[in-house]
């Protein structure tokens, strides 16, 4: 059985300072592994995928494979940041995602 | 494209009647989902559909809760009778094949008095 696992449901962070969002996940297989995002009053939104190994607004994340682990972390978090964030999983050849139960981050002025 | 389109944005009833949500997924997108959002669970993947034909409706909660998709580009998912238990925001989504994307309608918020 697969399984996303956000262990924090409310994160508040000073502007400027590291900000780290987790994501723990359960799989026997190989996932394919999603941040997605959603602002105040916008939709549900990719905010980037593990296999793109790609920084999207400063925001960064590694799959470790030894920890399940998919952290998503940004060096200096910005008032614009502050958002509910979803970690998703997509086991191998399927279609449909996986959603943890959601981080609402708080970016402090 | 309009993205994914949902109806309605907001929906307050009482218990015992039906409701019925709409979605139309972008075109070109042959799978389309629909989840629950809420507080206490997160995002929940109630059922989906391949070219129209539903492939896993295991998340669907109980028998009052049925979803069809009659064609590529019309779905609806219905509650009856409701009970006030399934209030929550409910989401459409629709698959690009092309790149792996969820695309995400902008919910239909349902409150069950």
């Known amino acids: 059985a697969q399984r996303v696992t956000q262990p924090e449901k409310l994160l508040s962070v000073f502007k400027g300072a590291p900000v780290e969002l987790k994501c723990n996940y359960s799989y026997s297989g190989s996932p394919e592994l999603f941040w997605y995002v959603q602002y105040s009053r916008q939709r549900l939104q990719l905010l980037l995928r593990?296999?793109s190994r790609e920084s999207i607004k400063g925001f960064t994340a590694d799959l470790n494979k030894g920890e399940t682990s998919f952290h998503l972390k940004k060096p200096f978090a910005q008032e614009e940041d502050s958002a509910m964030y979803y970690c998703?999983?997509?086991?191998?050849?399927?279609?449909?995602?996986?959603f943890g139960t959601g981080t609402r981050l708080t970016v402090i002025p | 494209d309009a993205g994914v389109i949902q109806s309605p944005r907001h929906e307050v009833t009482e218990m015992g009647q039906e409701v019925t949500l709409r979605c139309k997924p972008i075109s070109g997108h042959n799978s389309l989902f629909w989840y629950r959002q809420t507080m206490m669970r997160g995002l929940e993947l109630l059922i989906y559909?391949?070219?129209?034909?539903?492939?896993?409706d295991s998340g669907m909660p109980e028998d009052r809760f049925s979803a069809k998709m009659p064609n590529a580009s019309f779905s609806t998912l219905k509650i009856q009778p409701s009970e006030p238990r399934d209030s929550a925001v409910y989401f459409c989504a629709s698959l690009s094949r092309n790149t792996g994307e969820l695309f995400f309608g902008e919910g239909s918020r349902l409150t069950v008095l």
């Open positions: 998703a999983l997509r086991g191998t050849g399927a279609n449909n995602l996986f």
């Open positions: 593990h296999i």
């Open positions: 559909f391949n070219n129209n034909v539903p492939i896993d």
